[in-house]
């Protein structure tokens, strides 16, 4: 569930709140219920350039536990920060827009092997038909 809200005609604020039962995995200790909370700035910059931040946070909750981890059944908190820089191209009649972007998430858990931290630096083209 998300809602918006304009800033400006250049900028908005978004709040979102979700709830995913991660159930996919036909290994009980890989499914998972995550309840999350996000935020987002968008801006329109100069020279047709857009820009986007993201922070969210998750808390996971895993459905039982993983045999190597003595019966201990894993939680954790996850936090997430993405800055976001893009823009739209018309080329042969189509919408392309090249994404740069940069991501930061912090894992805790409550089991020490599963947490972690990770930069990641990206660069998508999206196109629109």
Known sequence: MNAQ???SKKSLFELGL???NNNASSLPYDRYESNA???????ALPLNILFSFQPS???NKYDSSDPVDNGKTR???KLSLSLNLYTNIEAMGKILTPVIGYTYTHN????SRRDFERNLVSFDIRAQF
């Open 37 to 43: 909370l996000s935020v987002g700035y968008y801006d």
């Open 5 to 7: 809200y304009n800033l």
């Open 108 to 111: 805790e858990s409550n089991i």
């Open 18 to 20: 979700s709830h995913t």
């Open 75 to 77: 939680k954790d908190n």
């Open 57 to 59: 946070f998750s808390v």
